[in-house]
């Protein structure tokens, strides 16, 4: 209290205020106020005793020590981040604040802003000289590409944490039964550390594609062993990406600053690394509706090209023939590849109504020629040395082959061939007339 307040007369002695006038008890009050105000913010060290919650959410408790106790107070709205750590009676803390006066009962109190456990201020100094080493070489710099599609996760945690039940919680919603790999290991305690280091090179080994270290919320006290060296070896060592998701959104540990990628919990973590199944389901959906469409205009333009192929067939018949089945068995050989059933057999049915088309005009083609071959025929039957035959002609040659045009060609004696409409006759000539 401000030693000028008050000024001591020897005994009997009254008190006199300043400008020698007798303060009110409010004066006094408001005097006494502005001095604690005026010491700022302590660090006050002491054991926790008479712990109290209020109907209203207010943490009220005292600190000791041999000879002397103050009143603490944590109001509801700054419970969340005063105290980090379960406080029970009898601890040994450090509580930061400021002094403040209760008017109506003329008592003061410490308002705490945040409560440590004593000798957690050494943790955190010896946390951030590793912190700084760390960084200096390099390690807080690595930042590996997750993998989008993992064959095998690797899932460092003790199953039985409710940061597991998260995680397959997780899985459950994105994509049931995605493979995972679990490595337990206990996440909490002195020796927790060295075997979170070994279970992170355990899974590292196992072949898994990414790994993820994980727990749920606590204290910072439940949370130091992911602020120990062997887990931030362990985890700058593995040979795939290492996901972290300790804590809550506002805790930030040693492991979270090697790894490759920091999860705010354990289910945003399994956020990051299970696929989302439905959304890939509705990106391939979309996806085979593009290739439909450029299937179709594909086709479009194959059909296209055969019509007008098919308009250019001429004279050579054949020719055109060859280079639209050429086209056709490309065309073909290309729906093949690309094998959407339906599709190939709409392109089918399309195909066999060029081929009809085709044929049909190829008929029409060949139609004048085989008109011309028609008439060739019946002049040719017309004009037969075998027709005059069938009405009773006949023709006669010597056995050479010689055509007897009259009788002079043939002296008595001389052997004939008669041809006849049926059957042919031998004879000499006997006589010429």
């Known amino acids: 209290m401000d030693s000028d307040l008050f000024h001591e007369r020897g005994e009997g002695a009254q008190p006199q205020a300043f400008g020698g006038r007798v303060l009110s008890v409010r004066e006094l009050t408001r005097a006494v106020h502005k001095s604690l105000e005026g010491l ?18 207010h943490l009220y408790f005292d600190l000791k020590d041999l000879d002397a106790k103050v009143s603490c107070a944590i109001w509801r709205s700054s419970l969340s981040t005063a105290v980090r750590f379960d406080l029970k009676e009898g601890a040994k803390v450090i509580a930061h604040g400021k002094l403040d006066v ?17 000798g957690i ?44 039940q998260d995680f397959l919680r997780t899985r459950s919603l994105r994509w049931p039964l995605y493979p995972v790999r679990l490595a337990h290991t206990p996440v909490q305690g002195a020796a927790a550390a060295a075997e979170i280091a ?45 996901v972290t998701g300790v804590g809550h959104e506002t805790d930030t540990t040693l492991a979270d600053l090697v790894a490759d990628l920091r999860a705010h919990t354990p289910t945003d973590a399994a956020q990051t690394v299970i696929p989302d199944r439905a959304r890939l389901l509705v ?75 085709l044929s049909r005009a190829a008929a029409r083609l060949c139609e004048p020629a085989h008109r011309r071959l028609a008439l060739c025929e019946a002049t040719l039957q017309a004009t037969s040395p075998f027709r005059v035959l069938e009405r009773g ?24 061939e008669t041809i006849l409409h049926k059957g042919r006759l031998i004879a000499r000539v006997e006589e010429q007339r």
């Open 40 to 57: 700022g913010r302590l660090a006050i060290e002491g054991e926790v005793t008479q712990i109290k919650r209020a109907a209203a959410g």
């Open 393 to 416: 002609y006949s023709i006669t040659r010597t056995l050479d082959g010689s055509v007897l045009k009259s009788a002079e060609q043939a002296a008595p004696g001389t052997p004939i």
């Open 102 to 118: 209760y008017a109506p009962r003329g008592t003061y109190s410490l308002i705490v802003q945040r409560l440590e456990q004593k």
């Open 121 to 164: 201020g050494e943790q955190l100094a010896r946390l951030e000289a590793l912190k700084a080493e760390l960084k200096a070489l390099g390690w807080f710099d690595r930042k590996r590409p997750l993998p989008v599609m993992p064959r095998m996760i690797g899932l460092v945690t003790s199953r039985d944490t409710a940061a597991l």
């Open 283 to 357: 990106e391939l959906e979309r996806g085979w509706q593009h290739l439909e469409t450029a299937l179709e205009h594909a086709l479009e333009r194959r059909e296209e090209r055969l019509v007008r192929i098919g308009g250019r067939l001429g004279s050579s018949l054949q020719a055109r023939l060859e280079r639209a089945g050429t086209v056709l068995a490309r065309g073909a050989a290309r729906l093949e590849r690309q094998n959407p059933s339906l599709r190939l057999a709409q392109q089918r049915a399309r195909l066999e109504q060029l081929g009809l088309r």
């Open 198 to 242: 070994q279970a992170v090179r355990r899974i590292d080994a196992s072949g898994v594609d990414v790994i993820v270290v994980c727990r749920g919320g606590g204290s910072l006290e439940d949370l130091w062993c992911f602020n120990d060296r062997l887990v931030a070896e362990a985890i700058h060592a593995a040979s795939v990406p290492v």
